[in-house]
């Protein structure tokens, strides 16, 4: 199935890479596509491990195999699923909340990264894909490509983020944020070590979740929105600029 989708845009193939790996680690990796139930399906849906919207997404992905199996001469499997139903709720991080997630980090790049994320509202993908020859220290500005929208970009370098990117350039690898078992290629998109802080610094107790929504990795990226805003700063405006800014 993956094998196929290389043929589509980068952003297309990661986000079915990603679903992909999210279905071995909730079926496991010796579940035949075939055999596949509904309940397992139950059991995916009531994990509780992914928001309702990823699980959705999750099991979008498992029936385009599904609907693959004919091509493939594999029988198909016969389960029956409703997707889940998505409030959409804006989870944004005070800055009370920022110090409290800080003190739950318990290494640089971790910190690194979700300052990187706060002041940017980069999307994780577009953050480890980060070639040192995207830096403009001379304007300030990282030139993004963003691989969901297959489309480039530029956002500015903030005063707590620059001496963090200068120190990246000089890891012995093109990217800012390595692999830690071969430079020659970026860090994985996982985030359950930021994830797990989120949790223990109090960021998704009941009531928040209740109220707000879960906060995952990329209310990093409401949170950048929802500031840009209560600055005063109109994000269509902030967005026209920053795409001028990489044309140029």
């Given at each position: 199935?993956?094998?196929?989708?290389?043929?589509?845009?980068?952003?297309?193939?990661?986000?079915?890479?990603?679903?992909?790996?999210?279905?071995?680690?909730?079926?496991?990796?010796?579940?035949?596509?075939?055999?596949?139930?509904?309940?397992?399906?139950?059991?995916?849906?009531?994990?509780?491990?992914y928001s309702p919207k990823t699980?959705?997404?999750?099991?979008?992905?498992?029936?385009?195999?599904?609907?693959?199996?004919?091509?493939?001469?594999?029988?198909?499997?016969?389960?029956k699923y409703k997707r889940l139903?998505?409030?959409?709720?804006?989870?944004?991080?005070?800055?009370?909340?920022?110090?409290?997630?800080?003190?739950?980090?318990t290494t640089t790049e971790q910190?690194?990264?979700?300052?990187?994320?706060?002041?940017?509202?980069?999307?994780?993908?577009?953050?480890?894909?980060?070639?040192?020859?995207?830096?403009?220290?001379?304007?300030?500005?990282?030139?993004?490509?963003?691989?969901?929208?297959?489309?480039?970009?530029?956002?500015?370098?903030?005063?707590?983020?620059?001496?963090?990117?200068?120190?990246?350039?000089?890891?012995?690898?093109?990217?800012?944020?390595?692999?830690?078992?071969?430079?020659?290629?970026?860090?994985?998109?996982?985030?359950?070590?930021?994830?797990?802080?989120?949790?223990?610094?109090?960021?998704?107790?009941?009531?928040?979740?209740?109220?707000?929504?879960?906060?995952?990795?990329?209310?990093?990226?409401?949170?950048?929105?929802?500031?840009?805003?209560?600055?005063?700063?109109?994000?269509?405006?902030?967005?026209?600029?920053?795409?001028?800014?990489?044309?140029?």
């Open positions: 199935f993956l094998k196929e989708q290389e043929l589509n845009t980068k952003g297309t193939y990661e986000h079915y890479k990603y679903m992909s790996r999210a279905l071995v680690r909730l079926l496991g990796p010796r579940k035949v596509l075939s055999d596949i139930t509904t309940q397992d399906i139950t059991k995916i849906q009531q994990g509780g491990s699980i959705n997404h999750i099991l979008g992905t498992l029936n385009s195999m599904r609907l693959r199996c004919p091509d493939w001469n594999v029988k198909a499997p016969t389960f139903k998505v409030v959409t709720k804006l989870r944004y991080i005070t800055r009370e909340e920022e110090e409290r997630l800080f003190k739950q980090l910190r690194d990264i979700c300052i990187c994320l706060l002041d940017t509202g980069m999307r994780i993908s577009e953050l480890i894909n980060l070639h040192d020859s995207d830096v403009d220290l001379l304007n300030n500005v990282l030139n993004i490509y963003r691989t969901k929208t297959s489309n480039s970009g530029a956002v500015g370098i903030t005063k707590r983020m620059r001496p963090i990117i200068e120190r990246r350039m000089s890891l012995k690898s093109v990217y800012l944020f390595p692999s830690a078992t071969d430079i020659r290629r970026p860090r994985t998109r996982t985030t359950k070590s930021i994830r797990r802080a989120i949790a223990v610094a109090g960021l998704n107790s009941p009531e928040m979740v209740k109220r707000y929504g879960t906060c995952t990795v990329h209310s990093f990226r409401d949170t950048f929105a929802t500031r840009l805003v209560q600055a005063g700063v109109s994000f269509i405006k902030y967005k026209l600029c920053s795409d001028t800014q990489a044309r140029r």
